[in-house]
Every structure is written in structure tokens, then in C-alpha cells.
């Protein structure tokens, strides 16, 4: 649940940001609004504009949606299934030039863009490591290069009641970060 950083935080699309799982089964993600997350996926930086970001795209109620949902593992299709969409970010890892410095870093910064983009649009998205990589790249019939690495779920945020019992305390407690003192430095050891 998201929590107010504060006056120096950040700016407030990114303060929005967070991964619920308690998803409105009513809710829907729209063509234009998932074209338009992919778009700032599209847009995101990448090493020697490389762009290795590629995505398989499900709309619910498309053979693609079920596709994913069946690699889910089960924890993640005890709620995932309510997503308006749900993907899976894969690395290109070679192209032309040979081997693709850092895809699984350029990955994460275009599907980071998108996650961001969902919550523009107004939706939520949650990244998932719980699925079969092999059963996706087999499903999916990959090349060899196409790696798949990230599920992510993307829908209309609903009241935790959706979820099940066990889920639900995790779904509502606050959002906690460590402390920026732990994150950044002058030298090591001494905070920025």
C-alpha cells in the first residue's frame, strides 16, 4: 500500500508506485492504455540504445492471458487471474553485433517505464519472479536469444477482501524502504 514519502521524496507517480495483488476482477486494461505502457517501455534507456526489451502481451480473455496464467506458479494465480492483462518482459540477448551488453539491466529499466506508466493511466502492476521460465520459452515457441525473465501483472486496484486470508495482512501493512543512509555514500561507510 502506497505511503506518503514525505516532502523530500519522490515525485508522486513514483510515491504511487506499488505492487498489490488485490486486483478488481470488474477491471479492465484497455488496448490504448496498454499500447501507451508499452510505448514508455519503448522509450526507456538501454546500453548503446541496444533496446533489448521484448514483451509477450495478454489481455484477459485472450489466449495469450491464459497462456501466461497457466505458467504462473500457484500463489500467483490465486489472485493473478483478476489482472486486466498480464505479461512477460523477456532480454533479447544478442542482436546483429553479437551478445547484448547488460539486456536483463535494460529489461528492467523499460519495464520499470511501464510499471510507471500503468499507474499514470491509473491501474496498478505487479512484477512477478513465480512462473516457468522454460514452460513460457517452450509455450511460446522463443528463440534461443529471447530470455524470459519477469511476469508482470497489470490491472484495476480492488479491496483486499479479494484476496485470500493469508494474502490480505501482507496486501495492507505500509510500504517499508531502507533508510537512504543505507543506500548512498561519499566513501563506504559514510553516509551521502
Known amino acids: ?3 506518503d514519502p514525505g516532502p523530500s521524496g519522490p515525485h508522486p507517480l513514483i510515491a504511487a508506485r506499488w505492487s498489490p495483488r488485490a486486483l478488481d476482477p470488474s477491471g479492465t486494461v ?5 499500447r501507451r505502457m508499452l510505448e514508455a517501455a519503448r522509450w ?3 546500453y548503446g540504445n541496444t533496446q533489448p526489451a521484448r514483451y509477450l502481451v495478454g489481455l484477459r480473455g ?3 492471458f491464459d ?3 497457466g505458467q504462473l506458479n500457484r500463489g500467483n494465480q490465486a489472485w493473478a487471474g483478476n489482472a486486466g492483462a498480464l505479461l512477460v518482459a523477456c532480454a533479447a540477448t544478442v542482436n546483429a553485433k553479437g551478445e ?3 539486456a536483463e539491466y535494460g529489461v528492467g529499466l523499460a519495464t520499470e517505464n511501464l510499471v510507471l506508466q500503468a499507474v499514470a493511466e491509473g491501474l496498478v502492476a505487479h512484477q512477478m519472479a513465480g512462473f516457468d521460465k522454460a514452460g513460457i520459452a517452450a509455450g511460446f515457441d522463443l528463440p534461443a536469444q529471447i530470455r524470459p525473465l ?3 501483472a497489470v490491472g484495476v486496484l480492488g479491496p483486499p477482501e479479494l484476496l485470500p486470508p493469508e494474502k490480505r495482512e501482507r496486501e495492507t501493512r505500509p510500504r517499508s524502504r531502507l533508510p537512504l543512509s ?7 561507510g559514510t553516509s551521502f
Open 30 to 34: 484497455s488496448e490504448e492504455a496498454m
Open 67 to 69: 497462456r501466461i496464467f
Open 44 to 46: 526507456a534507456p538501454s
Open 182 to 188: 543505507e543506500l548512498a555514500f561519499t566513501e563506504w
Open 62 to 64: 485472450t489466449p495469450t
Open 150 to 152: 519477469v511476469a508482470v
Open 1 to 3: 500500500m502506497p505511503s
Open 100 to 102: 547484448v551488453p547488460y
